[in-house]
């Protein structure tokens, strides 16, 4: 696992500005995907790990996508 705190730090602000929680997981969007779209936003790598504790520090709920997959879905609203 690589988790930087400056990545986080970044992931955490865009959290807190784009994402919205809902009560079910949401499996159009995966952890990979969304680092993607708050890495061009932040103009900052973001790792996969880094996003996911992120997310998990702003209190969204996660599933992985299946055992073996480094990726997760969130509690999260469609973008």
Known sequence: MSISKT???????WVSQFAQQRKTINTQHTSYG???IAEKWANHYISNDSFIEAMDQCGFKKRRMRPSSPNFYFNIRSL
């Open 7 to 13: 990545e986080v730090e970044k992931a955490v602000e």
């Open 34 to 36: 969304l680092k993607h």
